[in-house]
Nanobody, 114 residues
Framework: QVQLVESGGGLVQAGGSLRLSCTASGRTFGTMAWYRQAPGKERELVAGIMGGGVTKYGDFVNGRFAISRDIRKNAVYLQMNMLKPEDTAVYYC??????????WGRGTQVTVSS
């Protein structure tokens, strides 16, 4: 069975840091990414990393976040620094085999207080 499990969310003050983790099981993937969704907002890409190591970040990141991957552990991480209240959202881990097959975790809540 394929499963993605996120962890590392929580409550942090503005300017603080969190490190999110996502561990996949069942198989390996080409692309893994983090998305987020806040109440009343559309789901948006936070960061993605492709099989070749190329990364992409949402425009709002502005150098504050870094995505990394441990292929041996089949895991992906998101280091978030200088967090802002507007970063408050549920963060989801995704993994893609191809354009037709992808998987989503259940999400982890990140709350940033002012």
């Amino acid at each position: 069975q394929v499963q993605l499990v996120e962890s590392g969310g929580g409550l942090v003050q503005a300017g603080g840091s969190l490190r999110l983790s996502c561990t996949a099981s069942g198989r390996t993937f080409g692309t893994m990414a983090w998305y987020r969704q806040a109440p009343g907002k559309e789901r948006e890409l936070v960061a993605g990393i492709m099989g070749g190591g190329v990364t992409k970040y949402g425009d709002f990141v502005n150098g504050r976040f870094a995505i990394s991957r441990d292929i041996r552990k089949n895991a992906v991480y998101l280091q978030m620094n200088m967090l802002k209240p507007e970063d408050t959202a549920v963060y989801y881990c995704t993994a893609r085999i191809n354009s037709d097959v992808s998987y989503w975790g259940r999400g982890t809540q990140v709350t940033v207080s002012s």
